[in-house]
Each structure stands twice: as C-alpha cells, then as structure tokens.
C-alpha cells in the first residue's frame, strides 16, 4: 500500500537549493491534509548530518539518505537507478521535485522506469483524500490546467521555482535520519560529469532570484546591459535577457528568461 509524501533534496557544490525548501514546506502541508508522513530523501555525498537533520524545521519528519562519490556531482544514471530502487521497496503516495533542470531530467526518467505519469512545472498542489491534484500552465502560460492521476503512483510532480513558499513549522525540530545503503553499479553508468563550467563569482542563479531585470531587442546592443547591471546591484535583482538578446550573442544562455515568438523571416 503507498504512503508517504516524499521531497527529493536538491543540492549543489555542498549547498541545499532554495526550491528543495519550497517543496519540503509544500510536501509538509499536503502530508498534513493527508495524514501521511512527510520524507525528504538525499542522494548526495557532500551534505552532513547537521544540515539534513536541520530539515525537519521545513517539515521533514525524516531524511532517507543514501551517500555514494557515484552520486555527486548529479547525473541521471545514477540518480535514476536509486530512486527506482528506493521507490520499488518503499512505495510511497507522492513524489515532489524542482521543476529545475535536475528535476525535471529525472522526473522524466523515473517516470518512464515506473511507467507512471508525471505532472510537470506545477504552481499549485492539493490533496483530495490520498489523490494529487495538480494545477500547472499549459498554452505558454496562457491557460491553467487542474490534473489528477488515475493507476499511477507513485503521483509524481514537479514544482516551478519561487512559486510556492518557504515556510518554517519547527525552528528546534531535527528530522530523524536514515542511512541507507544501495550499491550503485557502475557498470550501468554511460555517463559521467566531466566538467563543470560556471557563471563569473557572485553571480546568483536566475532559478532562485526573487527579482529578476530583464532586456530584450530594446537594449539595442550587449554595451547597454550595463544599465541594467547597475539597476539590479541597487535594489538587489538579478539580470535575464529574452531569447532574442541571447540568440544575438548579447548575454549568456544562462540569462534567458520568458519566452519569445519568432519573428516572420526568422526561425
């Protein structure tokens, strides 16, 4: 029988990511409405057990974790082949994720291993009974979908970032942990991080900024972003560039944010 509402912690370079908060305080409140236990689950080797345990502040009754030099940095093989394993022994009801590059990556994967729908970059989450529902943007955003599932679990979700909020229901609760040991076979591995190429230092992630300035053909030129960089160190925002700025060489795909139509005569 499936239980339990789990959160996958997304981290990196030994740092937790500001959407795994986001999904553990959503993931606590469904578990709420539910009458389920609330599980964060770590794959990782870089986090101590001081800072997983400080997770239970967000919610998190217990962390089940699974440490391996295999699984850091990530990469979808052996993060897929875990939490296949973990979700064939343990079965639970409901499965949240970032709607990051990460997770979306293994979401797709797990939900092809498991043969199990996933709903994709939700803005909002209920529980009806022991059912998901889901509320995501279809059309570009031009329409909201409710969606449920039906013979699928677990119900696999993915949340978009800096939509659902941080909340703190325990400052002095530490979450139980639970060390678990799935060896990884490397042979089954085709992947392998070779190389991590960075942003310039200080630099935050677009994916977690709170204020975001953004330039498109406007801008008339890269020179001219300048402007925009001083706006954005003054009132504490990051700088985003439309696809069109980005196609023209004028900022880093790191920087597109939003979405732009085709121009006629142009692809």
Same mark, same amino acid.
């Given at each position: 029988?499936?239980?339990?509402?789990?959160?996958?912690?997304?981290?990196?370079?030994?740092?937790?990511?500001?959407?795994?908060?986001?999904?553990?305080?959503?993931?606590?409140?469904?578990?709420?409405?539910?009458?389920?236990?609330?599980?964060?689950?770590? +794959?990782?080797?870089?986090?101590? &057990? @001081?800072?997983? *345990?400080? =997770?239970? /502040?967000?919610?998190? $009754?217990?962390?089940?974790? %699974?440490?391996?030099?295999? +699984?850091?940095?990530?990469?979808? &093989? @052996?993060?897929? *082949?875990? =939490?296949? /394993?973990?979700?064939? $022994?343990?079965?639970?009801? %409901?499965?949240?994720?970032?709607?990051?590059?990460?997770?979306? &990556?293994?979401?797709?994967?797990?939900?092809?291993?498991?043969?199990?729908?996933?709903?994709?970059?939700?803005?909002?989450?209920?529980?009806?009974?022991?059912?998901?529902?889901?509320?995501?943007?279809?059309?570009?955003?031009?329409?909201?979908?409710?969606?449920?599932?039906?013979?699928?679990?677990?119900?696999?979700?993915?949340?978009?970032?800096?939509?659902?909020?941080?909340?703190?229901?325990?400052?002095?609760?530490?979450?139980?942990?639970?060390?678990?040991?799935?060896?990884?076979?490397?042979?089954?591995?085709?992947?392998?991080?070779?190389?991590?190429?960075?942003?310039?230092?200080?630099?935050?992630?677009?994916?977690?900024?709170?204020?975001?300035?953004?330039?498109?053909?406007?801008?008339?030129?890269?020179?001219?972003?300048?402007?925009?960089?001083?706006?954005?160190?003054?009132?504490?925002?990051?700088?985003?560039?439309?696809?069109?700025?980005?196609?023209?060489?004028?900022?880093?795909?790191?920087?597109?944010?939003?979405?732009?139509?085709?121009?006629?005569?142009?692809?």
């Amino acid at each position: 029988m499936a239980k339990g509402i789990w959160a996958l912690v997304e981290h990196r370079d030994g740092q937790i990511r500001k959407i795994t908060y986001e999904i553990l305080s959503e993931a606590k409140r469904l578990a709420d409405a539910s009458s389920q236990e609330m599980v964060a689950i770590y +794959l990782g080797n870089s986090l101590d &057990d @001081a800072t997983l *345990e400080s =997770l239970g /502040k967000y919610g998190a $009754e217990k962390v089940i974790c %699974v440490t391996d030099p295999l +699984l850091e940095p990530y990469t979808a &093989d @052996a993060y897929t *082949e875990v =939490l296949e /394993k973990l979700i064939r $022994e343990r079965e639970p009801l %409901v499965l949240l994720m970032g709607a990051s590059t990460q997770g979306k &990556d293994l979401s797709g994967r797990i939900g092809g291993r498991l043969q199990v729908a996933v709903a994709q970059d939700c803005t909002k989450f209920n529980m009806d009974g022991e059912k998901l529902v889901a509320v995501r943007p279809i059309y570009a955003g031009k329409a909201y979908a409710t969606v449920t599932f039906e013979n699928s679990l677990p119900q696999i979700a993915t949340a978009r970032p800096n939509v659902m909020s941080i909340q703190i229901f325990d400052e002095n609760k530490k979450a139980h942990l639970e060390k678990v040991s799935l060896p990884i076979d490397a042979s089954r591995l085709k992947t392998k991080v070779v190389e991590v190429l960075k942003d310039k230092a200080g630099k935050m992630d677009l994916t977690e900024a709170d204020k975001i300035v953004s330039g498109g053909r406007g801008m008339k030129g890269p020179e001219n972003f300048a402007i925009l960089e001083e706006l954005a160190q003054v009132i504490g925002a990051c700088v985003g560039a439309s696809r069109a700025a980005v196609d023209a060489g004028w900022r880093p795909h790191s920087d597109q944010v939003g979405q732009t139509p085709g121009l006629p005569g142009r692809r």
